[in-house]
């Protein structure tokens, strides 16, 4: 059985080249405001709630500031983003991946379970159970529920154009400011995942490698059918 | 040593993908990309807001303390710093290019339209909000009262003020341009328009980004094309800096 769907490899690295080019462009234009502030207005240093630092031209795009082709790149970089993420949400739904690796239970939110799965994670590299882990779980989860969602509609919502077609969603978002503010931690909370993800997927090169090929399940020890999963998914999960 | 071998790739990496990005960017295939992404918003954003969907307004309590005066904040010529001590009295605002009726408007005449006020947000390119109450005819009463003629796409808003030597200019689409917020303002907040806010008149287009709303207005032309405007790009930045010509995103 492959271990990672067409659909999964597919989105995977268009997304992943999507959010570099929006990541970067991103902090290019961060310079040309480097203050953040709560609620729908907001001009003033001494209003700010965090004054940003000047990113440099290294980890930017274009690698020197360019407001105008910064924007270039993030509208362009927002489209396989923002339908990137609609697919992958479809997908995942259809074909059970939602339902069997991101679903948690009650019990994969007790700080037991996390300390276990962390702790058997590091102690032998691997899983012994099938799917993802309660820290898997969670992980995963806040990324594809919260944070990837967030970037989207607080990057609508911060569009004056948008605005016009969904006032609401300032309105739950506080203000255009304050969506200003959420887009760019949601930003870094995402860039806070991709370390970690980078981190772990460079312990093993298989696991990249897998993302490209699909990756194959080990077939169960036993020939003793699993009864409680229909789907046997024994392989090491890393990131 | 793997470790060190894998972080000099990582770099390569980067550098080879910033490098391709430029690349793309400076290629005719990239420009047309860039303007069919850009495009592709524009078309969501009419299709999901209609033609004539509203900016959000705000009340009175909700505007911003002051209201910050940007690009522009003043215009280095003896007429319109003599105009400005006295109140422009003879300021006028030509209405023009493709239409029946070419109309050389005072303040006065601009006053005795019809009048919109509407508190709302002014989003700047680079990020910052501003919140004020505007007042002024819509931009579609004039071009009722000088009747647009056959073949005109946009409206051309020509301003008094130089900004790094070029005269500023902008330009928006009729369906902006008959947008019931879009209005030609002369106050804010109650007041007259302060000189860094564009006295004595500016353009509010309250779907799109702050450099559209061109201040010290002198004229308001129907035109067939932008190329031939300026470098051709439909406004002061836009020639200037390559900014996006649809402010909208």
């Known amino acids: 059985m492959i271990k990672h769907a067409l659909s999964t490899r597919l989105w995977h690295w268009v997304n992943a080249a999507a959010i570099i080019v929006l990541f970067m462009s991103g902090l290019n234009i961060s310079n040309a405001h480097r203050y953040l502030y709560w609620g729908n207005y907001g001009f003033d240093p001494k209003d700010a709630w965090l004054s940003v630092i000047r990113f440099p031209g290294w980890a930017t795009l274009p690698q020197h500031y360019n407001l105008a082709m910064a924007r270039d790149w993030h509208i362009l970089g927002a489209w396989p983003f ?6 992958i949400w479809v997908a995942m739904l259809v074909n059970g991946h939602f339902r069997r690796r991101l679903v948690t239970r009650p019990s994969d939110w007790t700080p037991a379970a996390v300390i276990a799965s962390l702790k058997a994670h590091s102690a032998d590299g691997s899983d012994a159970g099938h799917g993802y882990n309660p820290a898997q779980k969670i992980l995963y989860g806040g990324v594809f529920g919260v944070l990837l969602p967030l970037m989207v509609f607080t990057g609508l919502a911060i569009s004056p154009g948008f605005q016009a077609a969904a006032p ?25 995942f991709f370390v970690i993800h980078i981190v772990l997927a460079v312990t093993d090169w298989r696991l990249i ?31 | 040593m793997a470790e060190i071998q894998r972080r000099s790739l990582l770099a390569g990496v980067l550098a080879l993908g910033a490098g391709a990005c430029s690349k793309i960017a ?6 047309s990309l860039f303007e069919a992404a850009e495009d592709g918003h524009r078309a969501v954003q009419r299709a999901l807001a209609g033609k004539q969907g509203l900016a959000p307004e705000y009340t009175r309590a909700e505007r911003s303390p002051t209201f910050k005066g940007n690009g522009s904040v003043t215009v280095e010529d003896a007429f319109y710093q003599e105009q400005l001590a006295k109140g422009f009295p003879e300021w006028r605002l030509m209405v023009g290019g493709l239409v029946e009726q070419p109309l050389a408007l005072s303040l006065s005449d601009v006053r005795a339209l019809p009048q919109r006020t509407q508190i709302t947000r002014h989003d700047c390119v680079e990020g910052w909000s501003a919140i004020g109450e505007w007042t002024g005819p819509q931009l579609s009463a004039l071009l009722d009262a000088a009747r647009i003629r056959e073949g005109a796409n946009f409206i051309l808003f020509r301003c008094a003020d130089t900004l790094y030597g070029n005269a500023y200019y902008e330009s928006i689409d009729m369906v902006e341009a008959y947008h019931p917020q879009t209005i030609i303002a002369h106050l804010l907040n109650g007041e007259p328009l302060p000189e860094k806010n564009g006295a004595p008149l500016r353009a509010r287009i309250e779907r799109q980004l702050g450099y559209k709303h061109a201040k010290y207005l002198t004229g308001i032309e129907a035109v067939a094309s932008l190329d031939d405007i300026g470098k051709g790009k439909g406004g002061f930045w836009e020639d200037l800096a390559g900014y996006q010509w649809y402010a909208g995103i």
């Open chain 1, 82 to 87: 923002g339908v990137g993420l609609l697919f």
């Open chain 1, 168 to 192: 609401w969603l300032l309105e739950v978002l506080g203000g255009r400011q304050s969506a200003r503010s959420l887009h760019f931690i949601a930003a870094w909370g995402l860039f806070g």
């Open chain 1, 209 to 239: 490698l897998e993302m490209f090929t699909g990756g194959r399940i080990a077939a169960p020890a036993a020939a003793v059918p699993p009864i409680e999963e229909p789907i046997t998914e024994g392989a090491p999960d890393h990131g």
């Open chain 2, 26 to 31: 400076a290629s005719d295939t990239g420009q």
